[in-house]
């Protein structure tokens, strides 16, 4: 009985909330309404345009009829750019695999000339000189 009871009231509140708020945005223009509203008039007819006006401006080209030059090339530079960005982001991508691959074999090459200097100095017997002086040359 009191689930029912606290359910009512919520609900009750949240439409009482609902009223308050619609009043609100409503009276939110209602003071200056009457001064401003000869210049607001001007903005209004600036901005918008009759509904007859927006759908004969959207009905101006039918889907079949062929696009203006001025879409043609708008159209146009909007490929071209798009091209021209994922020319570039393909570029710096590979920019930077082929720095990577370069940088893990200059470290491989390092691993593998630390390898063979420390396997010639364990080697090494004392006898002879080392490796880079004892090279025969023909």
Same mark, same amino acid.
């Given at each position: 009985?009191?689930?029912?009871?606290?359910?009512? @009231?919520?609900?009750?509140?949240?439409?009482?909330? @609902?009223?308050?708020?619609?009043?609100?945005?409503?009276?939110?223009?209602?003071?200056?309404?009457?001064?401003? %509203?000869?210049?607001?008039?001007?903005?209004?007819?600036?901005?918008?345009?009759? %509904?007859?006006?927006?759908?004969?401006?959207?009905?101006?080209?039918?889907?079949?009829?062929?696009?203006?030059?001025?879409?043609?090339?708008?159209?146009?530079?909007?490929?071209?750019?798009?091209?021209?960005?994922?020319?570039?982001?393909?570029?710096?991508?590979?920019?930077?695999?082929?720095?990577?691959?370069?940088?893990?074999?200059? %470290?491989?090459? %390092?691993?593998?000339?630390?390898?063979?200097?420390?396997?010639?100095?364990?080697?090494?017997?004392?006898?002879?000189?080392?490796? @880079?002086?004892?090279?025969?040359?023909?």
């Amino acid at each position: 009985m009191t689930w029912s009871r606290v359910l009512v @009231l919520c609900c009750l509140s949240a439409v009482v909330l @609902l009223a308050v708020l619609r009043e609100g945005t409503a009276a939110s223009v209602g003071t200056r309404q009457a001064a401003g %509203e000869e210049a607001q008039d001007g903005v209004k007819q600036k901005i918008f345009m009759q %509904e007859s006006d927006a759908s004969n401006f959207l009905k101006k080209r039918g889907k079949r009829s062929p696009p203006s030059k001025d879409e043609v090339n708008a159209e146009n530079r909007q490929k071209l750019r798009a091209d021209e960005l994922r020319r570039e982001h393909y570029e710096e991508q590979r920019n930077e695999f082929e720095n990577f691959v370069e940088e893990q074999s200059d %470290e491989q090459e %390092e691993r593998s000339r630390e390898a063979v200097e420390q396997w010639r100095q364990w080697h090494y017997d004392g006898l002879h000189p080392s490796y @880079l002086y004892n090279r025969h040359h023909i």
